[in-house]
Structure formats: structure tokens, C-alpha cells
């Protein structure tokens, strides 16, 4: 989906602010909370990683961007947690009059929010799947070689996906083949892996940012093969 | 952050509410753990343990390994760079991740790792990322301006250097290959792993030897 998360290349956010010795947590709860997240996905696999992926994507905007990277996480775990029934905003509230006198609120409350997608009579959720196989072993001939030239295709899909917007529609070379994995589009949104090869992306700078980029530079990127189609009329290797 | 396992490790001994929470955050965290505890998906030990994990067991001096036997071992450096999961089966290191990638700096070309679109990272091998490699102001900026970012984190490099900025946006995770220092020569390979960085496993930095 066309989120906020997807910020590559977005000016305005800032100096990158580092920390030295930073600790591996700021706060206990943030560890507790990451921990608990980890085995809700990995022991109970009450959700995956992709479908957490897409619960922050569809988080409120102003709540992403004005959270920290844990607030952030403790609204997606939440939020799944409801979304799949396990838990539901009476039992947390009821547990929490328990546990504390105090009750607190988030710093951005009328935002702490994760939505559902807006129902579209002209947009996919999904990206159309041409070819795929349902074993990660299954062979399946990639489409694309070493030195092929592809463009990613131009694409809003309302769902979840992995192709950032400043790739879409830029022409690169095929730089490797990674093997096969499972398109996370299809895991999120029709609950099936599905197998595509996945190719590593050379894209020059210029042809992404235009003159202002270093002539010498390059992007290196990810693309599951229907992320991509023939950008060329011929390939660089011939 | 020991003292905070102690702390929770003795209190869930005896199985009683007993910390109150001192933000709207920790309220909520404690709220689900003891639901999830109560519906018998979770246990506090299992908790703990992993905090453990975290904080302790992974962490970058497990990717320094890597980097300082493939400085000193050719043909390690040679296996690796062809099939990045061999790093951590010759290392007897636990690969809790995805497929590893592991590119080589050499002095025409640079690479730098980013995920524009959330956090991805090589935690089995670095542990957890820092902050900075999370925020926004790193992640939106480093594919289109890369040579600011870098001298910003303290590298120079020539116009006439390649860089590779690599957005990880897929299952596959990326450890850099850092280039050894001039003067390192007569290092052993213990001694060089205290002088591999995080941030140059990131491609942020560069190596230096240490004075």
C-alpha cells in the first residue's frame, strides 16, 4: 500500500540522531514486549511477520511517524491480537483496572489506531500472480537471468507489498538470482505461501533520482519475479 | 537492564502482581503479558528467556568473527561471499534468520545497508539494530543522498568510489564486508574482531586500526 512507512526517499525527517552505548533496550517493557511479540509469531503463531509488517502500514499516519519504533510495536501486537481474536480492548482494560491505580494514556490517543483498508472499486489489494509454486523446493525456471533488463512494474496495490514507491516503474539490470521465497503480498492478504524467484536489482542512482544522484552510484533491491516485467529490448549481456 | 530481569525473575516467583506501571506503555505491556499468560500462550520463563537472547546471546561481536576469519582466511572469505549461510555453520553459530548475503567493500566500491520500508537487519549476526538504523530520518535518506549520510557518519569517500546503497526489503539479510585497515597486518584474528565494528558491518563506517 502506498503508506507512510514506505519513506525512502522522503526529505524533511531530519539528522539521523545516534546514540553512543546505546542499550539494547531504552525500558524493561520494551524487551518484555518484544519478547512477548516474538512468541506470539514463532511458538503461537497467532500471526506472522507480514501480517504484522501490514499492521503497521496500516497504522494512522500521525501515530507512525509520531511514535517510537516500540510504540509503534505495541500497537501492532494489540491490534492483531483483536483483529484475530485473542484478546479484545474490555478484557485489556478490565485487567489493567486491576494492575494499576494510575491510568495512563499514549501520547497520541486519538490516533492510536490501526485501520482497515478502505474498500476500492478500481484497486487491487493484491498484485496479479502469474506463476508460482507451492513448495519453497518446487522448481519453478525464473523468467529473468544475471544482466536481464526489467522494469518494476507501475503499481498501487491497496494490500501489503514489499516494492517501495521510488523503485516502481525505474528500469535496472538483473544483478542475481536469490532462489525462491514466499510473496508476502499473497501470505498477507490470502493466507497461502506461494513461491516466486526473487532477483536482486541493480538500478543506476540517476535513473531513480535523476541528475542530482552520483553518476557512479547504485541501488541494489529485492524483486519477487511478478514485481518485475522486460524493461528492455534487449539484454546487457548480448 | 540485568537488574530489571532479577527484578521480574524474583516477583513472578512468587506470582503476584507487585511493580506498578509508571507509563501508558508498560501498562499495556503488562496487561497482555498476564492475559496471554492466562489463556496459556506464554509463559513469564519463556519471556525472560528471550530477553536473555537479546540482550545477551546476540549481539554484533558474532558477525566481528565473521569479518576478522574471512580477513585472514581466503578461501573462507571466498565461501562466504558465494553462500553467506556458511558463516554461521563454520563459525558454529545458530542462524535464528533468513538467508544471509554477505557483500565485500573493496576501495572502488561501497555498499550500505538501509530497509526503506521497516527494519529489516541481520540480528542473528549483529543483534538487535540501533535506534538510528529504525528511524525515519535514516531510512528515507540514505538511498537518495547516500554520500551525505555517510559523511555524516564519519566516512569520505572519493566521487570516483561506486556506492551501492542495498535496501532490504526482502528475506534475504546482508552483512558487509569490511575492508582491513592498512597496519593490521601483524593482527591476530582475536585482536582483529576488537576492531570490527557494528556500524562497518552496516557499511556506515569504515574499519580503523586501532591505535
Known sequence: MNGMHDVGGTDSFGPIEREENEPVFHEPWEARMRAITTLVIKKCRIYNLDEGRHASERMHPVFYLGSSYYQTWLLRLEALLMEKGVLTEEEIADKITQISPVQFTSHLQPYRKVQPMLPSVQRRKVIQVTRSVRQKNEPIQPIFSPGSVVRVKEMSPLGHTRVPRYIRGKVGVVEAIHGNYFLPDVRVHEGIDVYQPVYQVRFNAQDIWGEDASPNDKLLIEMWEDYLEWGGTRDEKQ | ?211
Not at chain 2, 549520510?149 to 528475506?171: C, K, P, T, W, Y
Request: charged share 25%; glycine share 4%; aromatic share 6%.
Open chain 2, 1 to 211: 537492564m540485568k537488574n530489571n530481569e532479577d527484578h521480574h525473575h524474583h516477583h513472578h516467583d512468587h506470582n503476584h502482581p507487585h511493580k506498578l506501571p509508571e507509563s501508558f506503555e508498560e501498562m499495556r505491556t503488562m496487561a497482555i503479558e498476564s492475559l496471554l499468560i492466562e489463556k496459556g500462550l506464554i509463559s513469564t520463563e519463556e519471556v525472560d528467556e528471550l530477553i536473555r537472547y537479546f540482550v545477551s546471546d546476540i549481539g554484533p561481536m558474532n558477525g566481528s568473527k565473521v569479518v576478522a576469519r574471512a580477513w585472514v582466511d581466503p578461501e573462507f572469505k571466498q565461501k562466504i561471499l558465494e553462500n553467506g549461510n556458511l558463516a554461521f555453520t563454520e563459525l558454529g553459530l545458530k542462524n535464528m534468520q533468513s538467508d544471509l548475503v554477505v557483500l565485500e567493500n573493496t576501495p572502488g566500491i561501497h555498499h550500505v545497508v538501509v530497509c526503506t520500508l521497516c527494519s529489516c537487519y541481520p540480528w542473528a549476526l549483529l543483534g538487535l539494530p540501533p535506534t538510528w538504523y529504525k528511524s525515519t530520518a535514516y531510512r528515507s535518506r540514505v538511498v537518495i543522498d547516500p554520500r551525505s549520510v555517510l559523511q555524516e557518519f564519519g566516512v569520505e569517500l572519493e566521487d570516483s568510489v561506486e556506492i551501492r546503497v542495498v535496501d532490504s526489503n526482502a528475506e534475504v539479510r546482508y552483512l558487509i564486508l569490511p575492508e582491513r585497515p592498512p597496519g593490521t597486518e601483524h593482527m591476530t584474528e582475536e585482536e582483529l574482531t576488537a576492531i570490527i565494528t557494528r556500524d562497518a558491518m552496516i557499511g556506515v563506517a569504515k574499519v580503523r586500526a586501532a591505535n
